[in-house]
């Protein structure tokens, strides 16, 4: 069992940064594979990024590249997300989860956290 607890979010100018960060907890939390997901109002939830446990391999939707960057800290089993150039379409709740496999996380992870609201608005 990994429970996931998301901080970091909340209101930022058009152009500004965020760093959001997932807490994992878990005897094994370490080893999972990690990613965030987002949903906008009115919209599905997203794939946005994802990390293998080892944090070698990311990978990230291309409406986020070049902007986002998805890094984790084993020691501390915590994954972050850092936005860059925030625009008005990134509003959204940011979920972060967490699989044992790298390829299942992106379509339907094991495990999910609450959520953490993101708004840019000037």
């Known amino acids: 069992q990994v429970q996931l607890v998301e901080s970091g979010g909340g209101l930022v100018e058009p152009g500004g940064s965020l760093r959001l960060s997932c807490a994992a907890s878990?005897?094994?939390?370490?080893?999972?594979?990690m990613g965030w997901f987002r949903q906008g109002p009115g919209k599905e939830r997203e794939f946005v990024a994802r990390?293998?446990?080892?944090?070698?391999?990311?990978a990230y939707t291309d409406s986020v590249k070049g902007r986002f960057t998805i890094s984790r800290d084993n020691s501390r089993n915590t994954v972050y997300l850092q936005m860059n150039s925030l625009q008005p379409e990134d509003t959204a709740i940011y979920y972060c989860?967490?699989?044992?496999?790298?390829?299942?996380?992106?379509?339907?992870?094991?495990?999910w956290g609450q959520g953490t609201q993101v708004t840019v608005s000037s």
């Open positions: 878990g005897r094994t939390a370490n080893r999972y594979a």
């Open positions: 989860a967490a699989d044992p496999s790298l390829s299942l996380l992106t379509t339907r992870p094991d495990y």
């Open positions: 990390i293998d446990w080892t944090g070698s391999m990311t």
